[in-house]
């Protein structure tokens, strides 16, 4: 209603009438409730030629709605509908622009909603021609809206039918079009007709391309005949369009992106994909299109035709490779004529020769891409195969009649020549995708490439050297490190002057290696480093090559991970030196124990993976040569050594620092998940022996940085293996740890403790083990409360939230017996217990609401009562509220704060009156004297504002009000900020009125600020302002804080709408504008609380004049704030806020009848002392009487020539004490203009000076130039003459 738009106006107004009408008949606002009225008042206006404002209102509101109207109403009101959309489009005048295109989008989704029979219908029919003629209506936005209708509906078929109905109607009309049209841009007699002709047909393509995925397989060939004889008119712009529907015909059918329509009276039926016989026909039509495509190959020089016309090429051999893949994989491969066959060898004779330098880069990048896929797609794996039996026959030497794999390898190392030199990353790109399509056959297929590529990468000319390393990548990945190697030998062991040291591939070889064999590892690669070590040891007095060597050796051993990464011949190169090896490293060279790990783990990741693959083993082979069953085999080769290296991985645990663990931990889950049970068993109780001895020996104490104790690092491998371990093993290890929860001497070790139960709670056997020894368990935690230790108290909290997920309904007196430890922990001071403090508090809650029995007898400190009491929500409330009456403010605190918390999370579940109750017994708090008790108080408080609903809060608003308002005077603990914000959101809630009735009269000026505040944030927001508005805001904020109702317990937080009902959003309005007069107009935005980007240091320049960044005073120039938000920032004149008496003396008056003011525009004021501060110290700098400091503590004051602007030809300086000599200037430098005291005064025409309104008489600026060395003019304070005025002496430089 706000917009000053006529047609939004419209809109607003209807829609307000709509759901008016809605709400007056007691009708439910839903989608169909919308659609009826709506269709009604249609009805109504559907023949008045002056309600077209009307129509279009409620044309853009059915356009919003129809998408969410349900299939079966669609479908009962189809005629009706139909009908008066039919009356529509017949109106004379026809509707405007925006009317049609909401028309379009009613017809759509009703005609996408109908079932087949309604297709037989000749009205639909009719709706559809109607859809055709607007597309290619000559307006372009309702042609572009009909044309994706079309698409749309087309493309959606009915359930169980491939071709949609009215794709009959589409291919009759367009093809009747397109051959009048053609006829008639040939025989057009004039140009204006001849457009016309021209014109229709592009909209006609344009319609064809969209639906091209859903044209008719019979219907191909005529469609093609028009479109190849498009070309032949010599018109640019149908030949482009004319290629660009072939690229759409050809194209793979996929899924189409037409609207969704919500079908809840219809069970999901898939859709049949297209049978064989279509498929057949589909590819015999796209191998006729193709071979009259071939024909039509456009100048090569041609930037608009090439590209498209290798986009067609592209994919139609790409979709005929498709179609002939199902047709094999289905079993019907004889089934594929011959002529289907792709002639790749024909193709890339044609088509490479585009990479000519002198062709357009448009040519250049389409042939590439062109290449690259029919490479991808159109190489068989039968040709793959073919070429590797014929290679293997010839014994690597060239055959007489070379097969495709060969005749395309020829093609590209011919790309290499000179004159396809600026193609030459083009072909390094098509190279790479041969490598990759070819895989593990690239050795020995292109084998060859590699010398190219190394001569070209030492070639001075050729700066692209990333591209060419991309490529060998690549081709180490495929062809293997062995082969490579042989073909370019790293050459660093021995190097000679004719051979070439390629140590740079190391890299390379790190990041591709993978899927190879470990042999050539452990027979060449480990030789070389162990050579290359011993020529380290040798180099004693060369430090510098003993670096290189060492680095070397870094570098040969980083391999290791890629080669262990699924090697194809584990079996026989995993033995047991290779082994030995292996572990002798880990324990001599610490360095390398990070590569080491995880070469190991990737061991036994990868082939689990292979064994979880649900590929054929026929595919695993081809792309990883190896199947399951030797996965499987390589599994159960590792178990052999899993024991033997679980026991180096302990030792090296040990003997590692806590912060350097990471990746053992991971290596020895891997092969703890490997082990034999029997392995398993045997090294758990070797670990628990050792972990028993260590308990009952003295450890002597740990300093800081030094390797934990022996206890401590067991009990680690005792955590890490307890996912592994059987029940026996893990019942003999809980009775081990419980005994350590009352060890309070040991923090550490308790901590652990806690750590290791829980992990026994996350697996299936340990909870089987806990639940059989809970009573035991639950009695240990009660009373180890006074023995747990703030470090341990994060792990016993999360202990106890699985304790209480275990409890029978029987066992509920827990709940009771622990609850006061974890009220009083949600106060605790590290952040993340808190967190699992409230989400056990929840979890509790959530317990004690499925229902239960608390057996008084059976909890240690509850008196009296019943001997049994229903467990239920409301007793969970009351036995919380039981530590209001806590001895201490913390206890009493923590309470009131988990009270807000299970209020929060609860108060749909409680009863309205309880609710009340502890609202009421809250006020008590508000008015309490300690501030602690105060603080949480008023935190419910806030929590109560947001997410219960207003009647319940209403009836304790004036105790709310009034309790609160007392704390608006205190600024400690920011309590006057909490109160203010909570008013705001009462006000938001209620209304001023309603909040500042309970306000006494002296602390209205809040509410009255409050309410001035929120105006303006209204008004900045109408101006187009940041800001938000404050209904919004209540929206937002009610909306998340109802989201999150599901138990929080075991997350990292305890819920984001908690925390943003508590704490987030604070203030909805800048404390900026609580100073801000109403009157001034200004437009203040919100203060962005993001993080700031960028950089937090900008320099201060002094209009166009270039700043010298060799002048020592360039530091004052720098500045913390961007120094167009300083000049922009509008500083209050503190100067102007006293009276002046007659003399210039300052006038402050005492009176204290702005205190109200005064107070609310403190911040501001504030903010504009610093301001100014800020300004004043940047004045000193830059006026004539400023002066900078130096290196070295020099002194520098601002010198004035004869200009009145700063000079620098003139230095004269001043040393502290103890500083260095002055450094004089050698020659002239830059001269900067300087603003002096009182520069603002003087007149811009005029010769003198002016008075400025607000501002004192400019005669009270006196400059001080004349007092300092001399000057030779200015005023003299001091009524001596110049012969009397001191000289300074000059410095002298200290010898």
Same mark, same amino acid.
């Given at each position: 209603?706000?917009?000053?738009?006529?047609?939004?106006?419209?809109?607003?107004?209807?829609?307000?009438?709509?759901?008016?009408?809605?709400?007056?008949?007691?009708?439910?606002?839903?989608?169909?409730?919308?659609?009826?009225?709506?269709?009604?008042?249609?009805?109504?206006?559907?023949?008045?030629?002056?309600?077209?404002?009307?129509?279009?209102?409620?044309?853009?509101?059915?356009?919003?709605?129809?998408?969410?109207?349900?299939?079966?109403?669609?479908?009962?009101?189809?005629?009706?509908?139909?009908?008066?959309?039919?009356?529509?489009?017949?109106?004379?005048?026809?509707?405007?622009?925006?009317?049609?295109?909401?028309?379009?989008?009613?017809?759509?989704?009703?005609?996408?909603?109908?079932?087949?029979?309604?297709?037989?219908?000749?009205?639909?029919?009719?709706?559809?021609?109607?859809?055709?003629?607007?597309?290619?209506?000559?307006?372009?936005?309702?042609?572009?809206?009909?044309?994706?209708?079309?698409?749309?509906?087309?493309?959606?078929?009915?359930?169980?039918?491939?071709?949609?109905?009215?794709?009959?109607?589409?291919?009759?009309?367009?093809?009747?079009?397109?051959?009048?049209?053609?006829?008639?841009?040939?025989?057009?007699?004039?140009?204006?007709?001849?457009?016309?002709?021209?014109?229709?047909?592009?909209?006609?393509?344009?319609?064809?391309?969209?639906?091209?995925?859903?044209?008719?397989?019979?219907?191909?060939?005529?469609?093609?005949?028009?479109?190849?004889?498009?070309?032949?008119?010599?018109?640019?712009?149908?030949?482009?369009?004319?290629?660009?529907?072939?690229?759409?015909?050809?194209?793979?059918?996929?899924?189409?992106?037409?609207?969704?329509?919500?079908?809840?009276?219809?069970?999901?039926?898939?859709? &049949?994909?297209?049978?064989?016989?279509?498929?057949?026909?589909?590819?015999?039509?796209?191998? @006729?299109?193709?071979?009259?495509?071939?024909?039509?190959?456009?100048?090569?020089?041609?930037? +608009?035709?090439?590209?498209?016309?290798?986009?067609?090429?592209?994919?139609?051999?790409?979709?005929?490779?498709?179609?002939?893949?199902?047709?094999?994989?289905?079993?019907?491969? +004889?089934?594929?004529?011959?002529?289907?066959?792709?002639?790749?060898?024909?193709?890339?004779?044609?088509?490479?020769?585009?990479?000519?330098?002198?062709?357009?880069?448009?040519?250049?990048?389409?042939?590439?891409?062109?290449?690259?896929?029919?490479?991808?797609?159109?190489?068989?794996? /039968?040709?793959?195969?073919?070429?590797?039996?014929?290679?293997?026959?010839?014994?690597?030497?060239?055959?007489?009649?070379?097969?495709?794999?060969?005749?395309?390898?020829?093609?590209?190392?011919?790309?290499?020549?000179?004159?396809?030199?600026?193609?030459?990353?083009?072909?390094?790109?098509?190279?790479?995708?041969?490598?990759?399509?070819?895989?593990?056959?690239?050795?020995?297929?292109?084998?060859?490439?590699?010398?190219?590529?190394?001569?070209?990468?030492? +070639?001075?000319?050729?700066?692209?050297?990333?591209?060419?390393?991309?490529?060998?990548?690549?081709?180490?990945?495929?062809?293997?490190?062995?082969?490579?190697?042989?073909?370019?030998?790293?050459?660093?062991?021995?190097?000679?002057?004719?051979?070439?040291?390629?140590?740079?591939?190391?890299?390379?070889?790190?990041?591709?290696?993978?899927?190879?064999?470990?042999?050539?590892?452990?027979?060449?690669?480990?030789?070389?480093?162990?050579?290359?070590?011993?020529?380290?040891?040798?180099?004693?007095?060369?430090?510098?090559?003993?670096?290189?060597?060492?680095?070397?050796?870094?570098?040969?051993?980083?391999? !290791?991970?890629?080669?262990?990464?699924?090697?194809?011949?584990?079996?026989?190169?995993?033995?047991?030196?290779?082994?030995?090896?292996?572990?002798?490293?880990?324990?001599?060279? &610490?360095?390398?124990?990070?590569?080491?790990?995880?070469?190991?783990?990737?061991?036994?990741?990868?082939? @689990?993976?292979?064994?979880?693959?649900?590929?054929?083993?026929?595919?695993?082979?081809?792309?990883?040569?190896?199947?399951?069953?030797?996965?499987?085999?390589?599994?159960?080769?590792?178990?052999?050594?899993?024991?033997?290296?679980?026991?180096?991985?302990?030792?090296?645990?040990?003997? +590692?620092?806590?912060?350097?663990?990471?990746?053992?931990?991971?290596?020895?889950?891997?092969?703890?998940?490997?082990?034999?049970?029997?392995?398993?068993?045997?090294?758990?109780?070797?670990?628990?022996?050792?972990?028993?001895?260590?308990?009952?020996?003295?450890?002597?104490?740990?300093?800081?940085?030094?390797?934990?104790?022996?206890?401590?690092?067991?009990?680690?491998?005792?955590?890490?293996?307890?996912?592994?371990?059987?029940?026996?093993?893990?019942?003999?290890?809980?009775?081990?740890?419980?005994?350590?929860?009352?060890?309070?001497?040991?923090?550490?070790?308790?901590?652990?403790?806690?750590?290791?139960?829980?992990?026994?709670?996350?697996?299936?056997?340990?909870?089987?083990?806990?639940?059989?020894?809970?009573?035991?368990?639950?009695?240990?935690?009660?009373?180890?409360?006074?023995?747990?230790?703030?470090?341990?108290?994060?792990?016993?909290?999360?202990?106890?939230?699985?304790?209480?997920?275990?409890?029978?309904?029987?066992?509920?007196?827990?709940?009771?017996?622990?609850?006061?430890?974890?009220?009083?922990?949600?106060?605790?001071?590290?952040?993340?217990?808190?967190? !699992?403090?409230?989400?056990?508090?929840?979890?509790?809650?959530?317990?004690?609401?499925?229902?239960?029995?608390?057996?008084?007898?059976?909890?240690?400190?509850?008196?009296?009562?019943?001997?049994?009491?229903?467990?239920?929500?409301?007793?969970?409330?009351?036995?919380?509220?039981?530590?209001?009456?806590?001895?201490?403010?913390?206890? !009493?605190?923590?309470?009131?704060?988990?009270?807000?918390?299970?209020?929060?999370?609860?108060?749909?579940?409680?009863?309205?009156?309880?609710?009340? /109750?502890?609202?009421?017994?809250?006020?008590?708090?508000?008015?309490?004297?300690?501030?602690?008790?105060?603080?949480?108080?008023?935190?419910?408080?806030?929590?109560?504002?947001?997410?219960?609903?207003?009647?319940?809060?209403?009836?304790?608003?004036?105790?709310?009000?009034?309790?609160?308002?007392?704390?608006?005077?205190?600024?400690?603990?920011?309590?006057?900020?909490?109160?203010?914000?909570?008013?705001?959101?009462?006000?938001?809630?209620?209304?001023?009125?309603?909040?500042?009735?309970?306000?006494?009269?002296?602390?209205?000026?809040?509410?009255?600020?409050?309410?001035?505040?929120?105006?303006?944030?209204?008004?900045?927001?109408?101006?187009?302002?940041?800001?938000?508005?404050?209904?919004?805001?209540?929206?937002?904020?009610?909306?998340?804080?109802?989201?999150?109702?599901?138990?929080?317990?075991?997350?990292?937080?305890?819920?984001?709408?908690?925390?943003?009902?508590?704490?987030?959003?604070?203030?909805?309005?800048?404390?900026?504008?609580?100073?801000? /007069?109403?009157?001034?107009?200004?437009?203040?935005?919100?203060?962005?609380?993001?993080?700031?980007?960028?950089?937090?240091?900008?320099?201060?320049?002094?209009?166009?004049?270039?700043?010298?960044?060799?002048?020592?005073?360039?530091?004052?120039?720098?500045?913390?704030?961007?120094?167009?938000?300083?000049?922009?920032?509008?500083?209050?004149?503190?100067?102007?806020?006293?009276?002046?008496?007659?003399?210039?003396?300052?006038?402050?008056?005492?009176?204290?009848?702005?205190?109200?003011?005064? /107070?609310?525009?403190?911040?501001?004021?504030?903010?504009?002392?610093?301001?100014?501060?800020?300004?004043?110290?940047?004045?000193?700098?830059?006026?004539?009487?400023?002066?900078?400091?130096?290196?070295?503590?020099?002194?520098?004051?601002?010198?004035?020539?004869?200009?009145?602007?700063?000079?620098?030809?003139?230095?004269?300086?001043?040393?502290?004490?103890?500083?260095?000599?002055?450094?004089?200037?050698?020659?002239?430098?830059?001269?900067?203009?300087?603003?002096?005291?009182?520069?603002?005064?003087?007149?811009?025409?005029?010769?003198?000076?002016?008075?400025?309104?607000?501002?004192?008489?400019?005669?009270?600026?006196?400059?001080?130039?004349?007092?300092?060395?001399?000057?030779?003019?200015?005023?003299?304070?001091?009524?001596?003459?110049?012969?009397?005025?001191?000289?300074?002496?000059?410095?002298?430089?200290?010898?």
């Amino acid at each position: 209603m706000s917009s000053k738009l006529p047609n939004q106006q419209m809109h607003a107004t209807t829609l307000l009438a709509v759901e008016e009408t809605l709400r007056e008949g007691g009708a439910e606002i839903t989608p169909t409730a919308y659609f009826a009225t709506l269709m009604s008042l249609l009805d109504q206006q559907k023949s008045d030629p002056e309600a077209e404002d009307m129509r279009s209102a409620v044309l853009n509101l059915l356009a919003i709605v129809f998408p969410n109207i349900p299939v079966g109403v669609l479908r009962s009101q189809y005629t009706a509908t139909l009908s008066v959309f039919t009356t529509i489009l017949a109106l004379q005048p026809p509707p405007t622009a925006p009317s049609m295109r909401s028309l379009v989008t009613c017809i759509e989704y009703l005609l996408i909603a109908q079932d087949a029979a309604a297709w037989t219908d000749t009205a639909t029919l009719k709706a559809l021609q109607t859809l055709l003629i607007l597309s290619l209506d000559s307006r372009p936005k309702p042609r572009k809206r009909a044309q994706e209708a079309v698409r749309n509906i087309v493309t959606r078929p009915p359930l169980m039918m491939v071709v949609h109905p009215g794709m009959k109607v589409v291919v009759k009309t367009t093809l009747q079009i397109l051959k009048e049209s053609g006829s008639g841009v040939v025989s057009a007699a004039g140009s204006k007709d001849k457009d016309q002709a021209t014109q229709m047909i592009l909209h006609t393509l344009q319609l064809v391309r969209m639906v091209g995925k859903a044209w008719p397989v019979e219907e191909f060939l005529p469609l093609c005949d028009i479109l190849l004889h498009l070309p032949k008119l010599n018109n640019p712009y149908l030949t482009s369009s004319a290629f660009q529907v072939f690229e759409s015909l050809l194209s793979p059918k996929e899924s189409p992106e037409a609207p969704a329509v919500i079908r809840q009276e219809e069970t999901p039926e898939q859709t &049949p994909t297209e049978t064989m016989e279509q498929i057949v026909s589909r590819l015999d039509k796209i191998t @006729q299109v193709m071979s009259a495509v071939l024909e039509l190959k456009p100048n090569v020089n041609d930037a +608009t035709l090439m590209p498209l016309w290798l986009d067609v090429v592209r994919a139609g051999f790409v979709e005929s490779s498709r179609l002939q893949h199902i047709m094999k994989k289905a079993g019907h491969g +004889t089934q594929i004529p011959q002529e289907a066959i792709i002639p790749l060898v024909q193709l890339f004779k044609v088509i490479f020769p585009n990479l000519d330098s002198s062709n357009p880069v448009s040519v250049h990048n389409a042939t590439v891409d062109c290449l690259k896929q029919l490479i991808s797609h159109c190489i068989t794996d /039968e040709m793959i195969d073919a070429a590797v039996h014929e290679m293997k026959i010839n014994r690597g030497q060239p055959s007489k009649k070379k097969n495709i794999i060969e005749t395309i390898s020829t093609t590209i190392k011919g790309g290499f020549d000179i004159r396809f030199q600026s193609s030459w990353l083009g072909i390094l790109d098509i190279l790479k995708t041969f490598f990759e399509r070819l895989n593990h056959a690239a050795n020995p297929l292109l084998v060859s490439f590699l010398p190219i590529i190394d001569e070209l990468r030492f +070639t001075p000319a050729f700066t692209q050297k990333a591209h060419l390393d991309v490529v060998l990548s690549t081709a180490i990945s495929t062809v293997g490190p062995r082969i490579f190697l042989d073909t370019l030998p790293l050459n660093i062991d021995n190097p000679e002057e004719r051979k070439r040291g390629r140590a740079w591939l190391l890299p390379l070889l790190k990041s591709s290696v993978t899927n190879t064999e470990l042999e050539y590892f452990s027979t060449t690669l480990i030789p070389l480093a162990d050579r290359l070590n011993q020529k380290a040891q040798e180099c004693r007095e060369n430090g510098m090559m003993k670096k290189v060597y060492e680095t070397l050796i870094g570098q040969i051993w980083s391999l !290791v991970s890629g080669f262990c990464d699924l090697p194809v011949d584990m079996e026989m190169a995993f033995t047991k030196q290779l082994a030995e090896r292996f572990s002798n490293v880990l324990y001599s060279v &610490p360095d390398l124990r990070p590569v080491l790990c995880q070469a190991l783990t990737g061991l036994v990741v990868r082939n @689990q993976a292979i064994l979880a693959s649900s590929d054929s083993d026929e595919i695993l082979e081809r792309k990883y040569l190896i199947t399951k069953e030797e996965a499987q085999r390589n599994i159960e080769l590792l178990q052999q050594y899993s024991r033997p290296y679980l026991m180096v991985f302990f030792n090296i645990f040990q003997a +590692t620092l806590p912060q350097f663990r990471g990746y053992l931990l991971e290596v020895m889950r891997m092969f703890l998940s490997i082990s034999t049970p029997t392995d398993l068993q045997e090294t758990f109780s070797a670990v628990l022996v050792q972990l028993n001895t260590a308990l009952t020996t003295v450890q002597p104490p740990v300093q800081q940085g030094d390797a934990p104790p022996a206890s401590h690092n067991l009990m680690d491998l005792a955590d890490i293996m307890v996912p592994y371990v059987d029940a026996q093993s893990m019942a003999n290890l809980y009775n081990v740890v419980v005994s350590l929860f009352a060890n309070d001497a040991d923090a550490a070790l308790q901590k652990k403790a806690y750590k290791i139960v829980n992990s026994m709670a996350e697996t299936e056997t340990g909870r089987v083990v806990l639940k059989s020894n809970l009573e035991e368990l639950m009695r240990n935690i009660l009373d180890t409360t006074a023995a747990a230790s703030a470090t341990a108290k994060r792990a016993r909290l999360s202990l106890i939230g699985q304790v209480i997920s275990l409890l029978e309904p029987t066992d509920l007196y827990f709940v009771p017996s622990i609850l006061s430890e974890v009220v009083v922990a949600t106060k605790e001071v590290n952040e993340k217990t808190r967190d !699992v403090a409230y989400a056990l508090l929840v979890a509790m809650g959530q317990k004690m609401k499925a229902g239960g029995v608390i057996s008084a007898e059976r909890v240690g400190d509850m008196e009296g009562g019943a001997v049994e009491t229903p467990a239920s929500i409301s007793e969970y409330f009351t036995m919380v509220t039981a530590g209001l009456a806590g001895t201490t403010p913390h206890m !009493v605190s923590a309470a009131i704060t988990s009270l807000s918390r299970l209020l929060f999370e609860f108060h749909k579940d409680l009863d309205p009156a309880m609710v009340s /109750e502890m609202i009421g017994t809250m006020h008590l708090f508000v008015n309490s004297s300690n501030r602690e008790i105060v603080k949480s108080a008023l935190g419910f408080i806030k929590v109560t504002t947001v997410s219960l609903d207003v009647g319940v809060v209403r009836p304790h608003l004036q105790e709310i009000v009034g309790g609160m308002i007392r704390w608006s005077h205190e600024h400690k603990g920011h309590f006057k900020v909490k109160v203010r914000h909570i008013l705001e959101r009462l006000v938001r809630r209620f209304g001023y009125d309603d909040v500042v009735a309970f306000v006494p009269e002296a602390d209205k000026k809040l509410l009255i600020n409050i309410k001035k505040r929120r105006e303006r944030a209204k008004r900045n927001k109408k101006s187009g302002s940041a800001g938000m508005d404050m209904d919004d805001e209540e929206e937002t904020e009610e909306t998340d804080a109802k989201k999150s109702t599901k138990p929080l317990y075991m997350q990292t937080t305890f819920g984001s709408a908690y925390e943003d009902a508590l704490y987030g959003s604070e203030s909805d309005l800048s404390d900026d504008d609580e100073g801000q /007069e109403e009157g001034e107009g200004k437009v203040q935005t919100k203060k962005s609380n993001k993080k700031k980007q960028g950089a937090d240091a900008w320099i201060k320049e002094d209009g166009d004049t270039p700043l010298d960044f060799l002048d020592r005073t360039v530091v004052s120039r720098v500045t913390a704030s961007h120094p167009s938000t300083q000049t922009a920032r509008k500083v209050k004149d503190l100067s102007s806020a006293f009276k002046t008496s007659s003399d210039g003396k300052l006038v402050i008056d005492d009176s204290d009848s702005d205190a109200g003011e005064a /107070e609310a525009e403190e911040a501001d004021e504030e903010q504009m002392e610093l301001d100014q501060a800020e300004n004043n110290y940047l004045e000193s700098l830059k006026s004539l009487d400023g002066f900078t400091r130096g290196q070295g503590g020099k002194i520098k004051f601002n010198k004035t020539n004869k200009r009145g602007v700063v000079g620098k030809d003139e230095d004269t300086e001043m040393m502290d004490a103890g500083g260095p000599g002055p450094i004089r200037s050698k020659g002239p430098k830059e001269q900067r203009p300087t603003k002096g005291l009182g520069q603002d005064f003087k007149a811009k025409k005029a010769g003198g000076d002016m008075k400025k309104k607000g501002r004192v008489d400019p005669y009270a600026y006196v400059p001080l130039t004349s007092l300092r060395k001399g000057a030779k003019e200015g005023l003299s304070l001091t009524n001596k003459s110049k012969q009397d005025k001191r000289t300074k002496p000059k410095p002298t430089r200290r010898s």
